[in-house]
């Protein structure tokens, strides 16, 4: 296992896709069971959405 942070695995994997996240969301810690060299971009794709949406519940808590 390893924790790392969203912005880690967005640049490593899809950097194009950084300027769309906001800040808080790029700082969240991601647990991976297998590490960052086993993610592919569509791996990367399905964290960010559930990031994306893990904010925007909080978000609507506070």
Known sequence: METVKLS????????????FLKSNELESDIVLRY???HLDPGDVIEIIQVSIAEHRKDALLH
Do not use: A
């Open 35 to 37: 590490g960052l060299d």
């Open 8 to 19: 880690r695995i967005v640049m490593n994997l899809t950097p194009e896709l950084y300027s």
